[in-house]
């Protein structure tokens, strides 16, 4: 590479579009005859249809057609992903309908929907539905749900369990390991339930052409290609051929937008029966209900430490929240994207996690940023600040006394956990000790102690976490209960003049892929940027990709780009070679120009490119163009890594918390755009400290969203916040072409548990010993915790 334009930070080409209003998401676009949606949902938690009436409905003005669940009752949404109970029996995997017919299970569940000339005609005619209800009882806690005589959810699902599951070393083992530790911390803890709420709300529109048999589907997804799938093959049984999936700009997704969701299936099916465009977008009360969900996991941990403090094992005991039904890929998060994390940067000798997974009458829970690896690392570093405290140990020093020792994966090899994936490489030492220097740690704590003689709280939390990204090679994953593969295609074309077209199965909903990609590309071939597109979101365009979701677009995507690449080169060589009457060894390509070694001797790549699609002086039994397109499927996980410190001041007499300042320390491995690598983590950060301290989504013992609207979910605001102060380390990845690791989640998964930390760090040094505080730490729950 030649790093033109590799590691600069260069202004996102996107955002011209954005800034000036000229984004076209999927509510901006209108067909001719286009009809609208509305959504008939359930005021209950849970209870029995006894009859819906929709005759007065039928005759109001506007309406065209109302569909209730009896109409689509033989359609049900898929789980991707399968995992088998300890015993090897298959999870319960009961339906999940686009309408219910019989029985509702969570607030927000759909009955009918209303399609009308307007959505405020929509509206009102689905208010004139009647439905009798008979309200049954509900529950909404994982670790309740199993308990004997709980409500079922589904009635042919015993005790609410949609599986159990375990993975480390044999319990036995870790059982006497614990036995013979000098000290055990034992923590109990709810990592509660968050809701995603990105910018742009769902919003989908069918439509259908009735001359060439053929759908669309505008969707706001981060995967146009795997909702195709999903709709096609496994829920409404149509030829993929015959259907287009097209993802335009998208509005945010931190997750909730990969999975198929009901409504996406509906307006497609709807826009059939009417042979009109169906548009549906929903309200932001509507996300708050129907959104998938992040976290909630019910924790009991135990970490054992010998007397030196090094760690000797970790068991756990968690009761994950699914929801009431199976989302795309929830069954995954708690399980082959959480227990596999457990390991943290840490040479735990025997590991042991037992996962019980549960419905609820609850909104479906699924990957919210981050994805199981924010649990992993909020409970490992839970317990290790509270180990130091309960020790008399320093936090820092008790983590690395406890880290695995640098590799690079080359010359040493990659790190096997306990817990099946092996780490790439890695310095876990570098963040923490950079972290420090960047702190001021010793003037720090004094600083501290003469903050407590003034009856300020002072705390430091630490947090150092490791994530796995780009999710591992199809065959892996496979074995592992995936429903579809993890690889991503890039296509790259070669037009005539020089100029190239990229077409990228990943999908951009904010991360900056048309620049990024552009970077990659122009530096490989030499190019100025501006004569890089890049194109993405639609399944008629690009051929079958995975999307963008665990920080793979780089990683994964990237490399698929770099792939096609290289044929690119490799083919113009051949090309430069014959023109230039010399072997195809001694041509070199740099800086644009394919060169006769030891000569100046040249061609340009646009003079390259002009040949192969003009040939006259052309090598014999090769084809004309240059348009290559790669799959990749990647090897490993990608590993990013660590340190997140949170200094915090707490008012004794109220339990405010201020975040003072907020340091992050992060290895990605190879850095494209730095600008854009710091927004992610910005924005991550902002996410992972609201869910430390203000967010949190509650429902009462009914099932009731209690606060399902922006005046009573607190999101994070710029003035919650200090200015971030961030430095990162590099240990490029060992095993693909452009080194690169994820940043995406990486803000989201070390600052909750450094946020907390930094709160009972600040308690304990003003003498009040508390173990743990209920997330989030709200002013009035830290104030109950000192009193």
Known sequence: MSNKFIGKSIKRIEDKRFTTGKGRYTDDIVLPGMTHAYMLRSPYAHARINRIDTSEAETMEGVVAIITGEEVSHYSVPCGWQVNFKNGDTMKEPPHPLL???????????VAMVIAETREQAQDAAEAIIVDYEVLPAVVNAAEAVKDGAPLVHD??????????????????????????????????????????AMEPRSYIGHYDSVYDKYTLY?????????????????????????????????????????????????????????????????????????????????????????????????????????AYLSTFSTAVPTYLHGTLLQGLYTTPKIHLDMTCAFTHTTAVDAYRGAGRPEATYLLERLMDLAAHEMDMD?????????????????????????????????????????????GYEDFRKAQQEAAQTGKLLGVGFSTYIEACGIAPSAVVGSLGARAGLYEVGQVRVQPTGKVSVFTGAHSHGQGHETTFAQVVADRLGIPMEDVD???????????????????????????????????IEKGAKIAAHKLECSEEDIVFADGKFTVTGTDRSLGFGDIALTAYVPHVYPQNLEPGLDFSSFYDPKNFTYPYGCHICVVEVDKETGETKVKRFIAVDDVGTVINPMIVDGQIHGGLAQGIGQALMEGVEYDETGQLINGSYMDYTMPRADDFPMFELDRQETPCPHNPLGVKGAGEAGC????????????????????????????LTSERVWRAMN
Request: charge should be negative.
């Open 100 to 110: 219910v017919k019989d029985k509702v299970r969570h607030v927000g569940d759909a």
């Open 156 to 197: 042919d699902v015993p005790n609410n369990i949609c599986f159990d599951w375990e993975i480390g070393n044999p319990k036995a083992e870790v059982d006497e390991a614990m036995d013979g530790a000098h000290h055990i911390t034992s923590l109990e803890f709810v990592n509660q339930r968050l809701s995603p709420n």
């Open 219 to 323: 969707t706001s997804t981060q995967n146009p290609h795997l909702i195709r799938l999903l709709m096609c093959a496994f829920v409404l049984g149509l030829p993929e051929h015959k259907v287009r999936v097209v993802g335009p700009d998208v509005g945010g997704g931190f997750g909730s937008k990969i999975y198929h969701y009901t409504e996406e299936a509906l307006v497609t099916v709807a826009a059939k029966k009417i042979n009109r465009p169906v548009k549906w977008t929903e309200t932001r009360s509507e996300a708050f209900q129907t959104d998938a969900h992040g976290r909630d996991h019910v924790t009991h941990a135990e970490m054992g430490f010998d007397a030196a403090g090094k760690i000797v094992g970790l068991r756990i005991k968690t009761f994950a929240n699914l929801g």
């Open 395 to 439: 936090p820092a020093e008790l983590r690395l006394k406890n880290f695995i020792p640098p590799f690079d994966g080359v010359e040493q090899p990659g790190y096997q956990t306990n817990v099946a994936l092996q780490y790439d490489s890695g310095n876990y030492h570098g963040v923490l000790e950079r972290g420090l220097q960047m702190l």
């Open 534 to 568: 890049i194109i993405h979101g639609d399944s008629d365009t690009v051929a079958f990709g995975m999307g963008t979701y665990g920080s793979r677009s780089l990683a994964v995507g990237g490399s698929a780009i770099m792939k096609s690449l290289d044929k690119i």
């Open 749 to 776: 998964i070390g600052s909750t548990p450094a946020a907390v930390n930094a709160v009972i760090d600040a308690l304990w040094s003003g003498g009040f010993k508390v173990k743990d505080i209920k997330m989030p």
